[in-house]
């Protein structure tokens, strides 16, 4: 059975920094991409970064481009999403999600409908 499980997130005050873990299970890790999104309340989830394993290439929305970094520890099964200078309109909460690594996956991986298994979610507030 395929799992994410998240971890990090919490209250931060703004300029603040937080790093979220999304650890799997049941893959092969290099075999596939993760993708990170958020959801603030009543907004749509929205794609924030995006890592490859097998290569480590990575890509973000614009919002938090030089911010937000995406890495992947391929031994530990581990892929971690370092948030700096955060600010109010980052809060929300935070999934990982996985799938197959693609040429396709890579050009549409901002679609949350791709992707097959997500994590539970974890809240990040930035508030002071």
């Known amino acids: 059975e395929v799992q994410l499980v998240q971890s990090g997130g919490g209250l931060v005050q703004p300029g603040g920094s937080l790093r979220l873990s999304c650890a799997a299970s049941?893959?092969?890790?290099?075999?596939?991409?993760i993708g990170w999104f958020r959801q603030a309340p009543g907004k749509e989830r929205e794609a924030v970064s995006f890592?490859?394993?097998?290569?480590?290439?990575?890509f973000y929305t614009k919002s938090v481009e030089g911010r937000f970094t995406a890495s992947s520890d391929n031994d530990e099964k581990t892929a971690y999403l370092q948030m700096n200078n955060l600010s109010p309109d980052d809060t929300a909460v935070y999934f990982c999600?996985?799938?197959?690594?693609?040429?396709?996956?890579?050009?549409?991986?901002?679609?949350?409908?791709?992707?097959?298994?997500w994590g539970q979610g974890t809240q990040v507030t930035v508030s002071s």
């Open positions: 049941g893959i092969s890790f290099d075999e596939y991409c």
């Open positions: 890592i490859c394993p097998s290569d480590g290439t990575t």
């Open positions: 999600a996985e799938q197959l690594d693609t040429s396709v996956m890579r050009d549409v991986w901002t679609l949350p409908t791709i992707y097959r298994v």
